[in-house]
């Protein structure tokens, strides 16, 4: 049983590993170019405007939407999930969720 398991887990992982492998760098490696280029803005700008207004959450990391170029930070409070949406252009926050 423990074989069956391993080999299914392997089989959930593997096509995760190619996708990388097939984009390497991915929408982190888009934010870089951007940021290199001087289209947006790096994340710890966006995060040094932002984090501060996030009284007692806690920050758990952002994501790039280079279609969007927007970050979406992602925060924990009290066991709910929230999303801050941030123009990656100007720093604005466009959008919050939980």
Known sequence: M??????AAVAFVAPSVVAQAA???GDQGEARRERKAG???SIRQIEQMVLPRMNG?????PDYDPAA???RLKFI???KIFF???DARTGR????SH
């Open 39 to 41: 289209n947006i803005l």
């Open 93 to 96: 926050v466009i959008g919050q």
């Open 69 to 71: 170029m927007a970050y």
């Open 2 to 7: 423990t074989g069956a398991l391993f080999g």
């Open 77 to 79: 409070q009290n066991g």
């Open 23 to 25: 984009d390497p760098g």
């Open 84 to 86: 801050v949406d941030v």
């Open 57 to 61: 959450m806690q920050y758990l990391g």
